[in-house]
């Protein structure tokens, strides 16, 4: 008989109670310290007082009116994001494969309305993951996401990642777009070097192309900067943000040029609960603690210190780890050992890792995490390591 809540997930036999921090309470009072944050997403940690007080103060006031009226925390979130950014202008999703919905009607609408409808061609990479719509699994492409799903949406070109003279042999008449994660999550933290970031930015100049910049994981300071384009002095078209910037609450956005816009005007896009009053009123929280050039300092002070440490792990354990890898909070330990085995003695040890391809684990730290947390993480991965050679 089907389990009640649909067999699509793969779950480990943890139920957590409670968080606090960087630390998660299993219903049997076990404490795990979490270098997960729900993939990427409790980027303030669990139970942030500022959160709790933005999500309460507006639970009783006001939770969702829909977009046909004035959303005041919306306007606030979006001129912030405008403030700090490339962007001129931003919608709200609820996740990030909403917003790589947009991004794509976005790129071949600002085609449409230069009278080149033609152009609806986006150029990818292997790798990739941009959700689970429609639109996201064909933009990926691989077999694992499409497999058995009837049509996929045409108009993608996949790239072998780190191609570059593949992506000038790929552009044509029909190329709207090139759309990469500055660094690849999914795909087993693959960080796109600054120097190609820099090309492909000079590709799309040189074609007339939108540069679509995926930054739902690797977004909103996970990588140091407060999106991880910044540390190439780049700036996209069109950039898809989720995870983190809700610190927990389901919340995305699109946030792009006004050229790039051009097409989207009233009535082309919308969304019943996307930029709602409690998600924005959390959004706002987080985007004034990340934003801090203080706190993004002291994230890079904190990555600069687990790495150090994680090196040191990767040498002493050469049977179970190969390379340290990644950007600033944003690491994943390339394995010898099987990935999952390292994960699963990870829960043995009480600290919560991330599996993600290429054998890879990821480690995806509330961006609050304290120094003393960042000790502890080395020494239950130590433990954990040490009993996958004794496995
Ligand atoms: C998680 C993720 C998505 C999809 O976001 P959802 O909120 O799960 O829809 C898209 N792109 C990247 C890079 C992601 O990591």
């Given at each position: 008989m089907i389990a009640s809540v649909l067999p699509t997930y793969n779950r480990a036999p943890l139920n957590f109670v409670k968080g606090e921090g960087a630390w998660l309470v299993e219903k049997d009072g076990r404490r795990f310290l979490d270098l997960g944050s729900g993939i990427a997403v409790n980027a303030l940690g669990h139970a942030h007082p500022a959160l709790v007080e933005a999500l309460t103060n507006q639970a009783q006031n006001l939770w969702h009116v829909s977009n046909l009226y004035e959303i005041p925390q919306q306007q606030a979130l979006a001129d912030k994001l405008v403030e700090h950014t490339f962007a001129d202008t931003v919608f709200f999703t609820n996740s990030g494969t909403e917003a790589c919905e947009l991004a794509v009607k976005m790129a071949r609408k600002y085609f449409f309305e230069k009278d080149?409808?033609?152009?609806i061609e986006i150029i990818t990479f292997d790798g990739s993951f941009h959700g689970r719509s429609s639109a996201g699994i064909a933009a990926a492409g691989s077999e694992k996401m499409?497999?058995?799903?009837?049509?996929v949406l045409p108009g993608f070109v996949h790239l072998t990642f780190g191609d570059l003279d593949g992506v000038t042999n790929a552009i044509s008449d029909s190329t709207a777009a090139i759309m990469i994660e500055p660094v690849q999550g999914e795909g087993g933290i693959r960080p796109v070097p600054d120097a190609d970031m820099k090309a492909l930015r000079a590709i799309c100049d040189e074609h007339g192309l939108l540069l679509i910049l995926d930054?739902?994981?690797?977004?909103?300071?996970?990588?140091?900067?407060?999106?991880?384009?910044e540390w190439a002095g780049i700036t996209p078209d069109i950039m898809m943000v989720a995870k983190g910037i809700g610190g927990g609450f389901p919340l995305g956005a699109v946030l792009a040029t006004e050229k790039a816009a051009l097409?989207?005007?009233?009535?082309t896009h919308g969304s019943t609960?996307?930029?709602?009053p409690l998600g924005c009123a959390v959004g706002n929280a987080v985007i004034d603690h990340v934003a801090d050039p203080d706190f993004l300092a002291d994230v890079n002070r904190k990555a600069g210190l687990l790495r150090q440490k994680l090196e040191g792990l990767v040498s002493g354990h050469p049977d179970v780890f190969e390379e340290v890898r990644g950007a600033g909070l944003m690491?994943?330990?390339?394995?010898?050992?099987v990935n999952i085995d390292v994960v699963n003695a990870g829960y043995a040890n009480e600290v919560i890792t991330v599996p993600a391809a290429d054998n890879v684990i990821r480690l995806l730290p509330?961006?609050?995490?304290t120094d003393e947390d960042v000790a502890e993480a080395v020494i239950r991965l130590e433990k954990a390591a040490i009993q996958v050679e004794n496995a």
């Open positions: 080149q409808p033609e152009r499409t497999k058995g799903f009837g049509p930054e739902v994981q690797c977004g909103v300071g996970r990588t140091g900067k407060l999106f991880a384009h097409g989207m005007t009233a009535g609960y996307g930029g709602n690491l994943g330990l390339k394995c010898r050992a509330p961006l609050t995490l």
